[in-house]
């Protein structure tokens, strides 16, 4: 299909890439969804056809190379088609987050001026039409598509049509134009990889989202360094897809390295039953973002204390002998000595094979966590069990992926792994780490100042965050800089590693550790309301609602003892020496997080003001 050297440099594009499978695999399963329980796939030719068929449905409403269109929905085989076709015109293509809200996705759909909407029902559609009728509304977009029409029936005509009508449009424009078929395969030969297909507007944790521009080069470099990094090229590639498409990661693993392995993408029914769904699928690649690792780690612990005397006592002998020969692996990338790969054995068969069996990941080759700093505990579970999960680091602007953990190598704790292939890197004097690769962006849309604050001579992207080298030539994030905490006696403290051990704990569900210009560091706590709630009831602890469960004093002695706990592992200046229990589950919706879930720092003081005069007193 293409060559080795020339993936790497990413000189491909996506429309380019689906054609070859088609030709390649036009039988062979490509997108599989479940439909009222049973799992239907669609083919190659199938995923070919129809996003033809959005191609030239979008030319019969007169989109042109350059044009904008947003899709807004779960994660949904029309997504694909969608994605693919308006890339084959060169219409470039932004994810709405589904949790946006309206005034987020006006904000967006304004920002980039797009044409045509793409909705997955009518949830979505009522956010888009609700961002229509508010304020300057949005006076580019003339046209929506809804994937899903329950209860849109009674809609005004054309708000919205139907994604079946937009394919409908296509088959309409073939039926006019003997030659359209032709033209658009000369409009895909025309793209090139430096070609913008793609923006992604970034989480904006300290203000409004920017609009990052990525090109086909960008995206396939990203996917095919991390494939040769991870030695995928020839393994089977069946993966689960769940997370928001519009991130880069879902982006990268579920479309780009999809079309580079010719596997089967899976759609998860929602992100209540991927566990389930992992199970039922079996995925040889999965993604996973730190909380779906926490959760798969923590349902099968609670599983444990149910279960007789005699599975527990195995389950502890177990995992205290995989513990040591975790240790042991790490040292040289594998086990070496005959008698630590025989014990190894004896545990899988007696343990470990049924662990991963119950959570679905038996037959998976490659595993990943993305999308934010994880525990090292988590990492430790999944490494006794035989299902070591890589780490990697990167960000939008990056286009995914820069470095990642690689087999074979000695384990080194905290470490996001080497450069791929491709990469170079440097670190700047204050310990920021710059990039420079095919996968860096072309900037942000209408932005030159944004983009100009990031780019630097020379093409090195300034990250934002902060690092250390270990290992020799693997990093460790240490903290974005604009997080750091410098103390009123100006000491100047990472609050990431903390808050991860906090998070370590069951117990805990969110950490943010404060601070900034204060004498002592603070902590706003959001405790694990099945974790927390399963331990009131095994107490008889009575409670109502998450705010009754988090001002039971009981609870706040439990989560004291975790701090203590963490304590004890930093320094006195580094250590907790207030906190206060948020009475409340943070939100997107509130705008306490990110669609990506991350706590939006830059709206601390303002959103938990009485909880800091708490920690603090009055200013």
Not at 148 to 174: H, T, V
Not at 176 to 186: C, F, G, K, T
Not at 438 to 460: C, E, I, Q, S
Not at 571 to 587: G, M, P, Q, S, T
Request: charged share 25%.
């Amino acid at each position: 299909m293409f060559d080795h050297d020339s993936l790497l440099k990413g000189e491909a594009t996506l429309p380019g890439l689906l054609r070859a499978r088609a030709r390649e695999r036009a039988g062979a399963v490509a997108l599989r969804q479940k439909e009222h329980g049973i799992w239907r796939g669609r083919t190659w030719a199938d995923y070919w056809r129809d996003a033809r068929r959005v191609a030239l449905g979008l030319w019969k409403l007169g989109l042109q190379k350059g044009d904008r269109l947003i899709i807004a929905a779960e994660d949904v085989p029309q997504w694909f088609y969608a994605d693919l076709g308006a890339q084959m015109i060169g219409v470039q293509v932004v994810g709405i987050y589904p949790t946006n809200p309206w005034a987020e996705v006006q904000y967006i759909a304004s920002h980039c001026q797009a044409k045509v909407a793409i909705t997955g029902d009518q949830e979505q559609t009522d956010k888009v039409l609700d961002a229509m009728a508010h304020g300057n509304g949005l006076p580019h977009l003339k046209h929506i598509f809804c994937a899903d029409m329950k209860g849109l029936r009674r809609y005004d005509k054309g708000r919205p049509d139907s994604f079946e009508q937009l394919l409908a449009l296509g088959d309409q424009l073939i039926a006019e134009d003997l030659r359209a078929e032709l033209r658009l395969d000369a409009a895909i030969d025309s793209l090139v990889p430096d070609d913008v297909n793609i923006l992604v507007y970034t989480s904006g944790t300290t203000g409004p989202p920017k609009g990052a521009m990525l090109t086909h080069r960008n995206f396939v470099f990203g996917a095919y360094a991390y494939a040769a990094a991870r030695q995928m090229q020839s393994k089977p590639f069946e993966s689960l897809c769940y997370l928001p498409l519009c991130h880069v990661a879902e982006r990268t693993y579920s479309t780009v390295l999809h079309l580079l392995t010719g596997g089967c993408v899976n759609f998860a029914e929602s992100i209540d039953t991927v566990a389930t769904n992992i199970r039922e699928i079996g995925p040889t690649f999965f993604l996973g973002v730190p909380r779906i690792w926490e959760k798969l780690q923590q349902h099968f612990e609670f599983r444990m204390k149910d279960s007789g005397f005699i599975q527990r006592a195995i389950y502890r002998a177990g995992m205290k002998r995989g513990r040591v020969l975790s240790d042991r692996r790490a040292v040289r990338g594998k086990l070496t000595a005959l008698g630590d790969r025989i014990e190894f054995a004896f545990w899988y068969a007696t343990l470990f094979r049924n662990v991963q069996r119950h959570m679905g990941l038996n037959r998976s080759h490659t595993r990943m966590c993305g999308g934010a700093s994880v525990s090292p505990e988590t990492l430790r579970f999944f490494d006794i069990i035989g299902l070591p999960v890589g780490q990697g680091y990167g960000l939008t602007e990056s286009g995914g992926l820069a470095f990642v953990q690689v087999p074979g190598r000695p384990f080194v704790q905290g470490s996001c792994g080497p450069a791929m292939p491709g990469v170079e890197w440097r670190i700047a004097e204050d310990g920021e780490v710059l990039v420079r690769s095919p996968g860096v962006f072309r900037g942000y849309l209408f932005d030159d100042k944004g983009t100009a604050d990031v780019m630097k001579d020379g093409g090195w992207l300034a990250t934002g965050d902060i690092i250390e080298v270990r290992g020799g030539d693997e990093i460790a994030v240490v903290d974005r800089k604009k997080a750091i905490i410098i103390t009123s006696g100006g000491k100047n403290i990472a609050p990431s590693e903390i808050e991860n051990a906090l998070k370590d704990s069951p117990f805990v569900r969110e950490a943010i550790v404060v601070g900034e210009g204060k004498k002592f560091l603070g902590g706003l706590i959001q405790i694990d309301f099945d974790s927390v709630g399963r331990w009131a009831a095994e107490r008889d602890l009575q409670y109502t609602t998450f705010k009754s469960l988090t001002q039971m004093r009981e609870v706040n002695e439990l989560v004291q003892g975790v701090v203590d706990q963490v304590n004890s592992k930093f320094a006195r200046v580094e250590n907790i020496r207030k906190f206060v229990l948020l009475e409340k589950e943070l939100d997107h919706d509130d705008g306490e997080l990110t669609a990506t879930q991350k706590v939006r720092r830059g709206l601390i003081n303002k959103k938990f003001a009485r909880e800091l005069e708490l920690i603090y007193g009055a200013s």
